[in-house]
């Protein structure tokens, strides 16, 4: 049998098909952290790409009547369409993050901060410790099965060379951003709650207790009761990840509608 694409309208088809698989392979969480090789990216965006091109081959248009230009513009946007998809679930991972940092603060741990191998940045162990468990928990509803999903449906809902950049996509991206809060506060609120109370306990013992060095009570018993209730509440944390994981199938439908 011989290869549909070793002409070379269809190989221009597939490096388009490439250009978008690969920007939704590098942006998708667990699979675009710096601790996954360049290697296994490149391979795995050429092995998805070999896979799905048969099945849209068809509906690629002929590239040999545009314009350089035009040309560099729409492979652009091949770029951007898997960006955006990918960009949806970075959000929800900003928010965990966030979260991760507010409880840390809360608890002490501010001075306590590690490099993370996938960011190169600073940040709190309870910032690593929640990122980690929120990708098992991304892997283990299937969430990443979505992302390889979405490179089918992106081709049913968005053809080949059609990217817009529309204003409700913009307004959509908006809201999608504000959701890193509401996702920080669902998160940390039941620790934040815990130390505003053990905060004002101390600030009234510090006032009838002048003798006690409160800085040497207070901080090891805020460390303590942070990671009691970090436990108490991790069965709340991984439902709160498990319902946003699920609905980023709708959230990643309605922005390709928007395109």
């Known amino acids: 049998m011989s290869l549909p694409f070793l002409s070379a309208e269809h190989f221009n ?10 920007a939704i392979i590098v942006t998708i969480p667990v699979i675009s952290e710096a601790t996954v090789p360049a290697k296994v990216k490149a391979a795995l965006s050429i092995i ?20 350089f230009i035009e040309l560099i513009f729409r492979m652009i946007g091949e770029v951007l369409i898997g960006v955006t998809i990918g960009f949806v679930a970075r959000l929800v991972f900003a928010g965990i993050r966030m979260a991760g940092d507010i409880i ?31 990708m098992l928990v991304f892997l283990t509803v299937n969430a990443h ?16 060379l059609s990217f817009h950049f529309s204003g409700q996509l913009m307004q959509f991206i908006f809201d999608t951003s504000r ?69 980023l199938e709708g959230k990643i439908v309605t922005m390709m509608r928007l395109m």
Do not use: C, W
């Open 179 to 247: 959701d890193i809060f509401v996702i920080a506060l669902k998160i940390s609120a039941p620790i934040m709650a815990v130390m505003i109370f053990t905060n004002v306990g101390l600030g009234v013992m510090a006032r009838t207790v002048p003798q006690m060095n409160i800085f040497i009570v207070g901080f090891p018993l805020q460390i303590s009761l942070g990671l009691i209730f970090l436990g108490i509440t991790a069965p709340l944390f991984v439902h709160i990840t498990q319902a946003i994981f699920i609905s």
């Open 104 to 134: 840390g603060f809360q608890m002490g741990f501010s001075v306590a901060n590690v490099i993370d191998p996938m960011t190169s940045q600073m940040s709190s162990v309870i910032t690593e410790l929640q990122y980690l468990i929120a």
């Open 13 to 22: 088809a597939f490096v388009l098909v490439l250009l978008r698989v690969s």
């Open 48 to 67: 998805v790409s070999l896979i799905i091109f048969p099945l849209v081959a068809s509906q690629i248009p002929s590239i040999n009547q545009l314009h």
């Open 145 to 160: 099965h979505l992302f390889f999903q979405a490179i089918i449906q992106s081709y049913a809902l968005l053809a080949p």
